[in-house]
């Protein structure tokens, strides 16, 4: 029976193979429970595992349409991954679920830029057709990094692949832009927002990236105004570090105790250069220490100024265009940029003596995070959801919701926990503090906002489908919005849309305790995906999406899905209207030297080539060795290098283990297969090292686990690593070569109920092997799940029991085993006898090289021990002699005290009988030519170090080499010396 598996392991080969083969299969695919391609073909054993259990749902971050996978991303889906497997593999009905965004500015850049290389720009082509440019560009070219998450072996149901602009997930953020806006929570509203003149849109304060930089304060001074609206020939001095909003000043602010300006409260100012009459105000917002402590006011160009003129009832004057060039407003300066109208003022200013000082000064300056442009904040229209506004008596504002699943109940119990926990209060402190949501962006790219401006009426129309009339005048004069919405209005929806909300198929259950009570929605066909998958049962994602989605996803999941009746009509809770029960923040994946990764440092590991030097799963081990809540990953390829060797260990393992069983196949011993696909065990009177191994993977399992249960993907990686490479290779194969000693017809002798007891024992041994080794690739295989599918499917020679091992059961032990380990005195018992045979070896080896011991010689031992140790060695001699190359113990009734070559440990005392026989001739002239050879290179390096002119020239490191290499030789030369000595005479 032979077992087809390679002699070297190449990864490339076979990851190739299975990753093509698991998407290919739909392993992974997991339809709701009740639809009829479910139950399909699924063998007996995948089908025992799949249909039963709970579901594990959990939604892919999706990756922006033009991403490419980073080592971000590497991290975040080698946990979700294995997160998943494990589950599934646990009983659980495993969904993962993957899509990709359209990423409203980054997608509209990257085809912006390709249309500028052909010299057009989007105006040119027109809004439809630029969008479709985009479409096109996203046939040919979105989705490149779920390719490269298929490559990777990701555990997704490709099934369920969506993208933001699918059909059906647009018909969601339709719906709740609808619904939001009936219940009087969606308006719009003159806002100052962070405009980008270069991408020509509002982004959100998220997005601004704010750098230091070296500017000017500018001191101006702004003339006083007597009774009688004539300059008084006092000046009242404002600093500013962007002097061209003075265009559109309408006031100057002063703090009401500054003693500096008590005298002209009431007073009124000329604002230079536009020749506007505007008055001092007082706020006490203003600081007396900043600047002159008079604070020019533009509501129009600043969140502040725009707050103050709120409070004082100010007019707002935006002087600045879309793309950053002052406008009509700005008199004699329309129509420069905002940086030449800067220059031209100042200069003016100054013409005008009305420059007080320029100082130098540093200070943050936003940009916009996708193009870099220095943002500008302007005041504009736009949309908003009233994230704090309840939509009728007694029921909770959204933002009130999002607080109320994440703070602890009474009880301490909470509805979504965070891990780490300290997220918890970073998300809470900025849900006190949320504003309203600006959910328009000025793009193309999009889904564009339901809603209809009358040219007649001037009133707008929200509409599910698209209206041909205004609602409230029947004019046809009617034109659609320009901007579409927020991308993270459509993927905050995602955890309900992908489920098919809205179209459930039941209409909302009056009284229900969910927002809404309108029930206008279609009715849909089928709520199957909703009701096995939601609430999803984990998100996994990085702090800096936090804010954006994680909350955005909380409040519309809330929101939305708390109008859905549980499948049996009653009404959901608050509980279950969440759109995740968990979420894990991962960590940051740094460079070696624990350095962010980053372009311009030029440190940046691209997983993909890393991939293909050592192999996914040696790369996936590396992340999931070092993966703990909250601390960054320092990647380092040594390390991946020692986990491709482990996954070489494991292969050459495989295939000593393939030998083995097909030797004894030849001599007509057999595995019991029953054996297989469950959780090992060793009867009372198997041989020590089965009994240990067993108990060695019972106790990795349950740790295993338990440390994924709480995210110590780091604990978990490494108990199977010391298992697999300690306790089974090192020791537990090295011992059970012992037994299997076939062929079957040796120099005998053996009588043939001899013959029979030894096949029976040595049939149990193969059983042990194999069914444990089978076991440690099940467990290994959410970690390294290409090389255990590999060995796995060879190991059942072209008939596994199921499709693939990622559909197997996951070793695990019951409640009820775990509490007998605990109290087992056969247990204890095993590990204290295995380790007095782990230090007997261990201890003999080190006195064999001490002692100098060749490695063919066999030696006596003399031992003096305690009972169960002598016991635990007599039972297992014949493991003694071979593991430690030993001859004979000699139980010793003294002490061994005394005896400068014995060594003592605490159960026990041993020493090595061994007296070396040397051919003193042979040897005194190995040694004399080693002394001669030696005193030539000491010699050398001793001249070259006496050369003052090599000393000057050559380079430090080479000198220190040399010093070092001299006194080894010194070192090596005095020992073969002494050596020589010390050799009896012939
Ligand atoms: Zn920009
Ligand atoms: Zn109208």
Redesign the pocket.
């Known amino acids: 029976m032979p077992h087809d598996l390679p002699k070297a392991y190449d990864p490339t080969a076979i990851e190739d193979h299975w990753a093509e083969y698991w998407v290919r299969e739909k392993l992974f695919a997991q339809p709701a429970p009740d639809t009829a391609s479910f139950a399909g073909d699924l063998s007996a054993s995948e089908a025992s595992i799949r249909p039963a259990g709970k579901a594990f749902t959990i939604l892919l971050p999706p990756p922006n349409v033009t991403g490419r996978l980073h080592m971000g991303h590497m991290l975040n889906q080698t946990e979700m991954d294995i997160l998943t497997r494990w589950r599934r593999m646990t009983g659980r009905r495993a969904l993962w679920l993957p899509g990709t965004d359209h990423a409203g500015i980054a997608t509209q850049m990257m085809v912006e830029r390709q249309l500028i290389s052909e010299g057009k720009t989007r105006q040119q082509l027109g809004r439809e057709a630029f969008v479709e440019r985009v479409w096109e560009w996203r046939r040919h070219y979105g989705g490149a990094i779920l390719d490269q998450m298929k490559r990777l072996g990701a555990s997704v149901d490709w099934q369920r692949e969506y993208f933001t602009m699918d059909e059906h997930l647009s018909v969601a953020v339709r719906e709740a832009f609808v619904r939001l806006h009936e219940q009087g929570l969606i308006y719009r509203g003159a806002y100052i927002v962070n405009w980008c003149p270069r991408c020509q849109t509002a982004i959100s304060d998220l997005e601004v990236v704010h750098v230091e930089q070296k500017g000017h304060l500018w001191e101006i001074r702004y003339p006083v105004l007597g009774e009688d609206g004539k300059e008084t020939g006092e000046f009242l001095t404002v600093a500013t570090t962007r002097p061209e909003t003075m265009l559109g000043d309408v006031a100057v602010a002063v703090h009401p105790e500054d003693e500096r300006y008590l005298h002209l409260h009431g007073k009124k100012l000329r604002l230079p250069l536009v020749d506007r009459e505007i008055p001092i105000i007082l706020d006490e917002w203003v600081s007396r220490d900043f600047g002159t402590g008079a604070v020019k006011v533009t509501p129009a160009h600043d969140p502040n100024d725009f707050a103050l003129g709120e409070r004082h009832h100010l007019p707002s004057i935006n002087v600045m265009d879309p793309i950053g060039h002052i406008n009509a407003e700005g008199g004699a300066y329309a129509g420069l940029e905002r940086y030449a109208a800067r220059k031209k003022i100042v200069a003016n200013l100054e013409e005008q003596g009305l420059l007080a000082a320029v100082k130098d000064y540093t200070n943050n300056v936003g940009h916009c995070d996708r193009c870099k442009t220095v943002v500008e904040p302007r005041l504009s229209t736009q949309w908003f959801v009233a994230v704090n506004k309840s939509p009728r008596d007694g029921v909770p504002s959204m933002a009130e919701l999002a607080r109320k699943v994440v703070a602890p109940d009474a009880d301490g119990k909470k509805a979504i926990t965070f891990t780490p926990e300290m997220y918890e209060k970073t998300y809470l402190g900025w849900m006190e503090n949320i504003h309203d949501w600006c959910i328009s962006r000025q793009l193309w790219w999009g889904h564009r906002i339901p809603a209809w401006h009358?040219a007649?009426?001037?009133?707008i129309t929200v509409a599910r489908v698209d209206p041909t009339a205004?609602a409230?005048?029947?004019?046809e004069k009617?034109t659609q919005e320009t901007d579409v919405l927020d991308t993270w209005f459509s993927s905050g929806l995602l955890p309900v849309s992908v489920f098919g909300w809205p179209n459930l198929g039941r209409s909302n259950t009056p009284g229900a305790p969910g927002p809404s009570h309108l029930g206008t929605w279609e009715k849909g066909t089928n709520r199957a995906d909703f009701d096995a998958f939601y609430p999803t049962s984990l998100l996994v994602t990085g702090f800096d999406i936090l804010f954006f989605w994680v909350a955005r996803m909380i409040m519309l999941g809330c929101w939305f899905a708390g109008d859905v009746p549980l499948p049996d009509g009653s009404p959901r809770s608050l509980a279950d209207s969440v759109p995740f029960k968990e979420v894990y923040i991962h960590a940051l994946v740094r460079d070696a030297n624990r350095e962010k990764m980053s372009k311009t440092k030029g440190n940046v590991v691209d997983p993909i080539e890393i991939v293909k030097q050592y192999g996914t799963d040696a790369v996936r081990f590396t992340l999931a060795s070092m993966a703990s809540p909250g601390t960054d990953i320092a990647f380092n390829v040594a390390r991946t290098e020692g986990y491709r060797a482990f996954a070489n260990k494991i292969w050459n393992a495989a295939r000593f283990l393939f030998m083995n069983v097909d030797r004894a196949a030849e001599a007509g011993i057999f595995v019991d297969p029953a054996a297989l696909g469950g959780m090992p065990v060793a009867a009372e009177d198997a041989p020590l090292e089965a009994r240990w191994i067993v108990a060695e993977l019972h106790a990795t399992a349950a740790k295993v686990n338990q440390s994924l249960e709480n995210y110590r993907y780091d604990d978990a990686a490494n108990a199977i690593y010391q298992f697999f490479w300690g306790s089974f290779c090192d020791w537990y194969l090295e011992i059970v070569k012992l037994r299997l000693d076939f062929p079957m017809d040796g120099p005998g002798g053996e009588s043939a109920s001899e013959q029979a007891s030894k096949r029976n024992s040595m049939r149990a041994a193969l059983t042990t092997l194999v069914s444990v080794f089978e076991a440690s690739l099940r467990l290994l295989s959410p970690f390294m799940p290409f090389i255990t599918e590999e060995i796995w499917h060879a190991l059942y020679d072209g008939n596994p029991p199921a499709k693939s091992i990622a559909l197997t059961a996951y070793p695990t032990l019951s409640e009820k085993e775990m509490e007998e380990r605990q109290g087992s005195a056969f247990l204890a018992g095993t590990y204290v006898h295995m380790s007095f045979l782990q230090n007997l070896i261990g201890l003999v080896r080190n006195l064999r090289k001490e002692q100098d011991v060749p490695e063919k010689e066999v030696v006596p031992i003399v031992i003096h021990a305690v009972t169960d140790a002598q016991k635990a060695f007599t039972e297992n001699l014949d493991v003694v002699q071979k593991l430690a190359r030993i001859s004979t113990i000699e139980y010793s009734e003294a002490d061994l005290q005394g005896s400068d070559v014995s060594r003592h440990l605490s159960h026990f005392a041993a020493k090595i009988v061994y007296e070396r026989t040397v051919d003193v001739a042979a040897e005194s002239a190995r040694l004399t030519k080693d002394i001669a050879k030696l005193e030539k290179g000491l010699a050398a390096a001793e001249r070259q170090l006496g050369n003052e002119g090599f000393l000057k020239k050559a380079p430090p490191e080479v000198v220190l080499g040399l010093r070092k290499q001299e006194a080894d030789t010194r070192m090596l030369l005095n020992k073969a010396r002494s050596a020589l000595d010390a050799l009896p005479p012939e």
């Open positions: 009358c007649d009426c001037h009133k205004c409230h005048c029947g004019s009617i």
